[in-house]
């Protein structure tokens, strides 16, 4: 489990980032904007996050806002090499 947590973790702080940067809305603006709590978009981006978002949501951000889905996956490879390096 700790992977799927590790990977949750990488596409909140994502999330956050392209709030912040692509989208340019606080959270409670981009909250009211798609229809989804405050509390659920801090959540996602908090970096104890246990819980993940759906893959229809991302491709609804991404669609909405006009970038491309992989930026949520940024850093991926990254996380794949360390805990593969782990492993070994």
């Known amino acids: 489990m700790k992977d799927t947590y590790e990977l949750f973790n990488l596409i909140g702080k994502n999330m956050k980032s392209i709030r912040k940067d692509i989208i340019g809305k606080s959270q409670e603006k981009l909250a009211d904007d798609v229809d989804m709590s405050r509390s659920f978009i801090s959540h996602v981006e908090s ?8 893959l229809d949501t991302l491709f609804f951000l991404a669609q909405k806002y006009n970038f ?10 990254e996380l794949m090499d360390d805990k593969n390096k782990k492993d070994e």
């Open 47 to 54: 970096p104890n996050v246990d819980i993940g978002i759906s």
């Open 68 to 77: 491309d889905i992989r930026k949520f996956f940024d850093g991926y490879e």
